[in-house]
């Protein structure tokens, strides 16, 4: 099976995962790759800030030389299609052969426990990713666990959109030599620039793919949350 490692986000609390994926993105100057089928997300398009084209809800960035791929979700699930989309996105791993997937998600701060005060950042590994290896071991030893037992299989994760079925789902599909993990941050809606920067730090960490510089994509400093106001509106 291909080496490559997939940082997939889920739309989650915060949109941490969509932010630490833009990150990854810019700093590896990825190229897009593919469009995936967006008919079970709700729509949404835009310009493109590195060329021509449109912007599409759900799509693949890559370059050979890096040996990472990331799949890059920019709008939730329609209700009626979470299955179908689940289900989509576990027969896009199964066809890709991954041999490692990474998942991206935020956890919603006002759930945060006594036991996950010690890092904002935490990890779980379903019982169904694999036999231990240095994409695991990584894993482990870069953030805290974020399971109450080691025996736990898919834990609550308030505010994590699809995660939970994602994984129940790479589970089922049972994919030979697929070695999962998830890293889980807590947050708050804001602004989570700085938040995403850390992901993304721990997120190359465990994927083992040197940044030699973070860089912000462009739209970060122009459309993330509008202009900035005028300042002698207020004196």
Not at 97 to 120: K, W, Y
């Amino acid at each position: 099976m291909p080496a490559s490692l997939t940082p997939k986000p889920i739309v989650s609390v915060g949109n941490i995962g969509q932010l630490a994926a833009d990150l990854l993105i810019a700093s590896l100057r990825l190229d897009r790759q593919a469009m995936l089928d967006p008919s079970c997300l709700i729509p949404v398009a835009g310009g493109r800030e590195e060329g021509e084209g449109v912007t599409t809800p759900l799509e693949v960035f890559g370059k050979p030389s890096s040996g990472v791929v990331v799949l890059q979700q920019r709008s939730p699930a329609l209700s009626a299609q979470k299955t179908q989309f689940v289900e989509q996105l576990t027969s896009f791993i199964r066809s890709a052969q991954f041999s490692r997937v990474l998942v991206l998600t935020g956890v919603d701060v006002v759930a945060r426990e006594d036991r996950h005060m010690s890092s904002p950042i935490y990890h779980f590994a379903p019982p169904s990713s694999g036999s231990p290896g240095p994409f695991l071991d990584r894993l482990t030893l870069t953030t805290p666990s974020y399971l109450r037992t080691p025996s736990e299989q898919l834990p609550p994760v308030p505010g994590s959109g699809l995660t939970r079925r994602v994984l129940g789902s790479l589970a089922e599909a049972a994919l030979p030599g697929l070695a999962v993990g998830v890293l889980l941050q807590f947050v708050m809606e804001g602004d989570n620039r700085g938040d995403a920067r850390f992901l993304a730090q721990v997120a190359a960490k465990v994927v083992d793919v040197p940044v030699p510089e973070w860089t912000e994509p462009p739209s970060w400093r122009v459309g993330l949350f509008g202009t900035p106001q005028e300042q002698t509106l207020y004196g």
